[in-house]
């Protein structure tokens, strides 16, 4: 084992022991003013929670693009990443149920042909090895989103002084996220100076073609993400929180390519996002 897969051991060794699951009796769903909190982030809880409860249906994914996977990726998904990430999402719908919404409407089984034709292809260890980079940089790619799209969540429910929300909801939440975005850092780092030319080619090549925003499976979802950017006033600085979500893989795959601040399919998809929600919105 050497140092890199050490320290990846060590991290999933203390986030097991230092995160549990929230409890769901920690949590106060009291909202003073219910009202206009469900008018101004009602919608972000319910992309949250979707995405946070559709980890059931990644890890099924995730089982068909990568049949048998190193014994740290199964201890971290099975053993830290689900159990924490479905207590993120019963409690962000919960809070939204509790404001008189419906609960949000996720899919939980559909593995797509696209990832079942990974699986396929994966039976050559050679290509199993470009699936593993591409999921360790969608991880970082969501993680990374997650711990942004948190704090600015956090920030805006203080502001609008629903402390019980902020505290015993979102802070908790949050408080889990870096760990699982250096889960996946230290992964793709690893795992990317074991790649040959033409696997780091091929990884280039399907990120350019396959990226998307997290959660983020259809326009409709990809409007709803953009409602969310702007709730979160990341509509404001679109690039910055593109540069931000992608700084790693930037570093990785374009290493290349001097002067690129954003891998420019990121850019593209995030405007893209923005840009389809103001057409929904003219719509309606
Ligand atoms: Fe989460
Ligand atoms: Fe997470």
Known sequence: MNVTEQRLREHVDRLAEEHPPIELDSVDYTVRAPGPFEERFGHVLDYMARVELEVDRNVLELAAMLPDPPEIDRHFYADVWQPQEIRHGLILDRLQVELGRPPAETNLDTVGFKLRLLGALGRHHGFQDVCRMLYYLTG????????????????????????????????????????????????????WSRLAGWQRWLVRRMRTI??????????????????????????????????????????????GRQGLRVPTYVARAFRDAVDQAVANRQVA
């Open 210 to 255: 396959s990226f998307a925003p997290v959660g983020a499976n259809t326009p409709r979802q990809l409007a709803e993400f953009g409602e969310l950017m702007e709730t979160l006033r990341i509509t404001q600085a679109v690039d910055d929180f593109a540069a931000r979500v992608s700084m790693v893989e930037r570093e990785l795959l374009w290493a």
């Open 140 to 191: 970082m790619a969501t993680e990374r989103s997650a711990v942004l799209a948190y704090n600015l969540l956090h920030a805006g429910v203080e502001e609008m002084g629903e402390q019980a929300v902020a505290q015993t909801v979102i802070a908790p939440i949050k408080r889990q996220e870096p760990g699982h975005y250096a889960f996946y850092q230290l992964s793709a780092r690893l795992h």
